[in-house]
């Protein structure tokens, strides 16, 4: 067990520190980022509070938070130092999820940030998979433009002779399967009833604020999976992908409850459908639709009907822009306030500063255990800590706990140590000053770590 500290941190824990803004006093928060971050984020952390880099010799010390897109983090690359990781963007694939809980590391996402780009790019898709556009390019730039020898007069003969190679059909009066209408489900409801189709929509764990997204009576919901299966003309995934729950969601059983001709629009998760069954259902005739999605799939390669892009659902700049910007203000609300929002492993934690609070947060992660709280308490009553207010909340293994004191500890140091050693359950523990005010516990200070969880 030890407190995690460096020399000048425990120099600047003796000052007040100044305001936000390049004038601060103290040192900083220092985030260390993997791949492109738009600038749009970055600038949401206020210069000379934050030092914010992806190159450590330019961080002003240990990274205390981690901020990435697309980079596969590795365990190893996770310092003892670091409170929380964000990552821009809605899934958490490329990031060790269960080892961060073992550490006491809150995992962040930003849910809805890119909705718009991928409801656009379902949209989209709803296109390609029925008027034949993408066969219809390929077959003007690899087959009329070469027989035809680049010959402007030939050419524009063969584009209109060969149209009726490439009949598609309307989406107007069609069906669209919903599956999972959150932040982007919701959207490509909106977006399918605008363009005339009808919806049915099929989500299990459908949350309150979600449910406010949707148009009420203009859409269906169906009870159970198998209802949307049976009458949709097009059928589009808007779930996380969760092992054992959503892998081959879309399975041969499924598709075979679904009409021949079904479209299927795939920009969650490509486990999420089986590739193996869909291919069973072309070489058998069995399945006629096209698969649309941004992932390869070992056993459709090639195959006519499958049509891989690029992963772009979030690709485009108003997307990474505001991934970017919300990643930051969550990383920023967590790092100085201890609050807790959008996290896949750690429960929503939001406790408001205490107006008669002179001294410290305490933000304190342990197992969730019978009795854990009780011990946290308990203890800091007999070290004279009146405690004005406090949160605690819990997330399958992890709690979280905060709590506001009424005045600062004499030694924080020794107090974590203790509070360590009389509550095995801890993991990890951190001051953060008065919200707000950062009077005590600057960046750095006063972040104690249990020695074999890192």
Request: charged letters at 20%.
């Amino acid at each position: 067990m030890k407190t995690m500290k460096t020399a000048k941190a425990r120099e600047v824990a003796a000052r007040a520190a100044g305001g936000d803004g390049a004038d601060r006093a103290g040192s900083a928060f220092s985030v260390k980022t993997y791949n492109a971050i738009s600038p749009v984020g970055l600038d949401k952390f206020p210069k000379g509070k934050y030092s914010v880099s992806g190159d450590d010799a330019a961080l002003e010390g240990p990274p205390m938070a981690m901020m990435l897109r697309s980079h596969k983090l590795q365990v190893s690359e996770v310092a003892p130092t670091v409170r929380g990781i964000v990552r821009c963007g809605a899934g958490t694939n490329n990031i060790p999820v269960k080892e961060m809980s073992d550490m006491g590391i809150p995992v962040f996402n930003t849910p809805g940030a890119n909705a718009n780009a991928v409801k656009e790019l379902v949209v989209c898709s709803l296109l390609l998979a029925s008027r034949g556009i993408v066969e219809g390019n390929n077959h003007v730039n690899n087959v009329i433009n070469v027989e035809e020898n680049n010959d402007y007069s030939k050419i524009s003969v063969r584009i209109e002779k060969d149209k009726a190679m490439f009949g598609g059909t309307e989406i107007e009066g069609k069906t669209l399967g919903v599956i999972g209408l959150g932040a982007i489900g919701s959207r490509v409801v909106n977006a399918a009833l605008g363009l005339g189709m009808n919806v049915v929509g099929y989500d299990p764990v459908l949350s309150v604020e979600a449910a406010w997204r949707l148009p009420g009576d203009k859409m269906s919901r169906a009870d159970d999976l198998n209802q949307l299966l049976e009458v949709a003309d097009y059928i589009t995934i808007h779930v996380p992908y969760i092992k054992g729950v959503t892998h081959h969601l879309i399975d041969a059983e499924a598709l075979k409850k679904c009409k021949p001709g079904v479209h299927l629009l795939n920009f969650a998760r490509g486990e999420i459908i089986d590739g193996a069954a869909v291919r069973a259902g072309y070489d058998s005739g069995k399945l006629t639709g096209k698969y649309v999605s941004d992932f390869s799939d070992p056993d459709l390669m090639g195959h006519p009907r499958h049509l891989v892009l690029p992963h772009l659902g979030a690709s485009t700049e108003e997307a990474e822009e505001n991934s970017a910007s919300m990643a930051a203000e969550t990383l920023m609300d967590f790092l100085e306030t201890g609050t807790i929002r959008n996290s896949v492993n750690f429960p929503t934690t939001i406790l408001a500063p205490h107006q008669n609070s002179s001294g410290a947060r305490l933000c304190i992660v342990n197992k969730n255990e019978s009795g854990a709280l009780g011990e946290i308490t308990t203890f800091l009553g007999t070290q004279d800590c009146n405690i004005l207010q406090e949160i605690n909340t819990s997330r399958d293994s992890v709690a979280y706990t905060v709590i506001d004191l009424e005045k600062v500890p004499s030694d924080p140091l020794a107090l974590q140590d203790a509070l360590a050693a009389a509550c095995p359950s801890v993991v990890s523990s951190r001051f953060i000053g008065s919200v707000f005010k950062d009077e005590l516990g600057q960046p750095g200070t006063f972040f104690w770590v249990r020695d074999d969880q890192r």
